[in-house]
């Protein structure tokens, strides 16, 4: 399968601040890019699509760097609820043979 | 509306036991998804469906799994004899057609086995 990789963390950031985190994938042929949040112990939860123009959506903004194989996400004036594990997925080029996630940044928040 | 149920919620087992898992997708949704994510780790693929016809079953750790569905809706995938390293929570999602990068997610089964 194909691979991709996280830094695990956890990432502890106080309320208010900036925080990025990202990943590599090793396919070259993925084509879909995603960043999913997982809750603890609850089911992951799509965050957002990651666009090669990059996306932004509140305070969160994605990017995706398919030269260096490498997909970002941003959060701005991080909020305790930001708590989470945050996944980053890609997919194939269509069609239903299910996304490849990676293990996951947790990202711990602190007042 | 709706969304992924998955049944039971938790399931405690002996070793050597076989045991049932159970998807309903969200309505509509031709695609349905299996994976496992063990303690601390990242989702493992198992198998998709795309209809009631799965294409590819080489992520099924083992012979001992398998995995249906029927009338393009109600996914069962079945663990035989099981082992204690199929603890796991095991997590069903489904996409609709046209749209199968979106997966949305069950709440999962929670397998122990004693």
């Known amino acids: 399968r194909k691979e991709v990789e996280q830094d695990p963390g956890p990432f502890n950031v106080p309320e208010g601040a900036t925080v990025a985190f990202n990943c590599t994938y090793s396919?070259?042929?993925?084509?879909?890019f995603f960043w999913y949040r997982q809750d603890c112990r609850k089911e992951p939860k799509l965050l957002m699509s990651?666009?090669?123009s990059g996306n932004e959506d509140g305070r969160f903004t994605a990017q995706l760097n398919r030269a260096s194989q490498y997909i970002s996400l941003l959060i701005r004036d991080s909020k305790l609820s930001d708590s989470a594990t945050y996944l980053c997925?890609?997919?194939?080029?269509?069609?239903?043979?299910?996304?490849?996630f990676g293990k996951g940044t947790h990202l711990i928040i602190q007042p | 509306g709706a969304g992924v149920s998955q049944s039971p919620s938790n399931k405690v087992t002996e070793k050597g036991k076989d045991v049932e898992l159970r998807c309903d997708p969200i309505?509509?949704?031709?695609?349905l998804y299996w994976y496992r994510q063990s303690l601390g780790q990242g989702l493992e693929f198992l198998i998709y469906?795309?209809?009631?016809?799965?294409?590819?079953k080489s992520g099924l750790p083992s012979d001992r799994f398998s995995a249906e569905r029927t009338g393009g809706s109600v996914s069962t995938l079945t663990i035989q004899r099981t082992q204690q390293e199929d603890s796991a929570v095991y997590l069903c999602?489904?996409?609709?057609?046209?749209?199968?990068?979106?997966?949305?997610f069950g709440p999962g089964t929670r397998l122990t086995v004693l």
């Open positions: 309505s509509g949704h031709t695609a």
């Open positions: 997925v890609v997919g194939g080029g269509g069609g239903a043979d299910g996304l490849t």
């Open positions: 396919n070259s042929a993925s084509q879909s």
């Open positions: 469906f795309q209809g009631n016809s799965a294409p590819d």
């Open positions: 999602a489904s996409s609709p057609a046209g749209s199968y990068n979106e997966q949305f």
């Open positions: 990651v666009y090669s």
